[in-house]
């Protein structure tokens, strides 16, 4: 049977049949869509982790047990599992252990573009590269089956265009596997210096084993064709290869860490020109150069930056561009914005109007950076905003704490706010706190959190309050309030700014988008009372517009939520929220 699925859907499906029983990860584009479908399958247990960081231990734990485990992160969640990922690779497993890391070359939803091989030769770890979705349902297995062979967790490394593309899968049983008993082993599992340093000696002789494996799997193959020009590639370089030149002869890595010598250098010996086709940095090609093997071009032509391409591989090496249509009229830019209703626009609005400095966060806030709000001065990576607002009020003391604020949102705070908040009292900070809780894990799609009560099968759990966490780390200052007040909102910043001390004020209302928030009738404009002032433009609602010196509103995308009678002097807006 086969069954047309997203990468991300192929990679749970792969799960399922390779046995995997556990399965922790935080969300984060794109790779979300992985957990999300593998608690789709009752044979595996699934769910959300506060962090990178958590779900990779509680990963590592279900292996020690003897189940098949797996964790799935972006490109930047790894640098937060790090930690725990390094050391495994020292303690080995019990039962197999994947870790999938979703990079995101171009930075489609991310703030980086960090090429996660590195990760694999930096903690010797097995990396594996799917190209289709066949491949990444095919790989899971596989990359079990090196994992409980050598003794090792391993990474399968996919991208934005495999994880959120399409193509036919074909389906197999599931292979259920007793879990594997667990022997206790102090000298393997206990990464003490004494033990570790031994441990190393082993990880050393895993990866020269690994090595001869990359000369012999079926992962790597050569795929010979004409000869004037050959391509050294992996991952989805190789479909956009394989559609600009068909007919030329590749060699398509599969297992890109660690990478062969031998099949490689025979490889060159065969092509008149090799080119080295890989997006972001030059992992194969320095490899192939630190081995003496011929490289003709890499990353002299294709560069360090963004997505390759079918027409971009052409146009480098030489070939013909297929025909295609230009238009001469520009298409206009539609960056993101925040949604009709979103709980943060009033928020930001107030911020913009106080001119305060806004050391922002990773999520949909992040939006509040943009025009015409303009209202965040920087954003680093999770959890950052809280640490940051510390150390710039430290160094500028109470009159740029009485101008400064940090935001950070309910999953984030969760997933790396709360240490910040404990940094933040226990040295005598002076840092005002926003935590903007809309109720949910809102940029990567709605997933639930350790705020919101409910587990990712939406089982009712114990929902974290993040009032209670921050008055239990010694906060003394804690209060709620909701943006879509701006007067009360404003009011209470102004109060929390003017005081020296660590202040957290939770900025209350739930995503727009969530299925139970029930929407008021939409406005419209009485155009006799609207003056053409532009006031309700400042919120960057996409339902106002203005046309011929007057406001007017799209009903088919307005809330009612009621920002731009807030905004409005005159009284122009009509109808909507209930007075």
């Excluded at 000298?187 to 082993?202: F, G, S, T």
């Excluded at 990880?203 to 494996?213: D, N, S, T, W, Y």
């Excluded at 600009?244 to 398509?252: E, G, I, Y």
């Excluded at 990712?456 to 909701?482: H, M, S, W």
Aim: glycine share 8%.
């Amino acid at each position: 049977m086969k069954k047309l699925m997203l990468g991300n859907q192929a990679v749970a499906c792969g799960l399922y049949e390779a046995g995997c029983r556990f399965v922790s990860s935080y969300p984060g584009t794109p790779s979300t869509e992985i957990t999300e479908q593998a608690a789709e399958y009752d044979e595996v247990y699934a769910e959300w982790a506060p962090n990178e960081k958590a779900a990779a231990e509680a990963a590592v734990g279900a292996s020690l047990a003897g189940a098949r485990a797996f964790c799935a992160m972006k490109h930047v969640g790894f640098n937060v599992a790090a930690d725990p990922l390094f050391t495994a690779s020292y303690t080995g497993v019990n039962g197999g252990l994947v870790i999938t890391v979703a990079d995101d070359p171009g930075m489609h939803s991310s703030q980086n573009e960090q090429d996660s091989r590195h990760y694999a030769v930096a903690a010797k770890l097995a990396m594996l590269e799917p190209s289709d979705s066949q491949e990444c349902k095919d790989f899971v297995a596989e990359a079990y089956a090196i994992s409980e062979a050598y003794d090792t967790p391993v990474m399968l490394r996919t991208c934005t265009r495999v994880a959120h593309s399409q193509s036919l899968v074909e389906l197999k049983d599931r292979d259920e596997r007793a879990l594997k008993p667990y022997e206790r082993n102090p000298q393997k599992y206990v990464a003490a210096p004494a033990n570790a340093v031994k441990r190393h000696v082993e990880v050393e002789k895993r990866m020269l084993a690994l090595q001869e494996l990359a000369e012999t799997t079926a992962l790597n193959r050569e795929e010979m064709g004409e000869t004037d020009i050959g391509f050294v590639t992996s991952g989805t370089c190789y479909l956009y290869v394989k559609e600009a030149l068909p007919d030329a002869s590749v060699f398509k890595l599969g297992l890109v860490n660690p990478l062969p010598v031998k099949r490689l250098r025979d490889f060159a010996a065969k092509v008149k020109k090799l080119i080295v086709v890989e997006e972001l940095d030059g992992v194969i090609e320095s490899h192939m150069r630190a081995h003496g093997i011929r490289v003709d071009g890499g990353k002299d032509l294709f560069g360090l930056l963004g997505e390759l391409s079918q027409n971009r591989i052409r146009a480098r090496v030489g070939a013909a561009l297929p025909a295609f249509d230009s238009y001469d009229e520009a298409v206009p830019g539609r960056p993101p914005v925040m949604c009709p209703g979103c709980p943060h626009r009033g928020l930001f609005t107030v911020l913009s109007k106080l001119k305060l400095t806004v050391l922002g966060d990773i999520g949909c806030y992040t939006l509040g950076s943009g025009a015409p709000l303009n209202a965040v001065d920087s954003v680093l990576c999770m959890g950052a905003s809280v640490g940051m607002a510390h150390g710039y009020t430290k160094m500028l003391g109470t009159e740029a704490a009485a101008k400064t604020v940090a935001v950070i949102g309910d999953s984030t705070f969760m997933h790396s706010g709360m240490t910040g908040i404990v940094n933040l009292v226990y040295n005598r900070g002076i840092a005002t706190v926003l935590v903007l809780d809309n109720s949910i894990t809102g940029m990567t799609g709605h997933q639930q959190n350790p705020t919101t009560g409910l587990t990712l099968q939406n089982e009712p759990t114990y929902p974290i309050r993040i009032e209670d966490f921050c008055q239990a780390v010694g906060v003394k200052r804690v209060r709620v309030v909701d943006p879509q007040d701006m007067a009360a909102t404003e009011a209470a910043i102004k109060e929390e700014i003017a005081i020296a001390e660590p202040s957290v004020i939770i900025v209350r209302r739930p995503c727009a988008l969530l299925k139970y928030v029930k929407h008021n009738p939409p406005l419209s404009v009485n155009p006799d009372k609207c003056k053409g002032c532009k006031s309700c433009m400042k919120i960057g609602c996409p339902a106002i517009r203005f046309a011929d010196k007057k406001a007017s509103i799209d009903r088919t995308i307005c809330v009612g939520c009621g920002l731009c009678e807030q905004m409005c002097k005159f009284g122009a807006f009509e109808g909507g929220a209930a007075k």
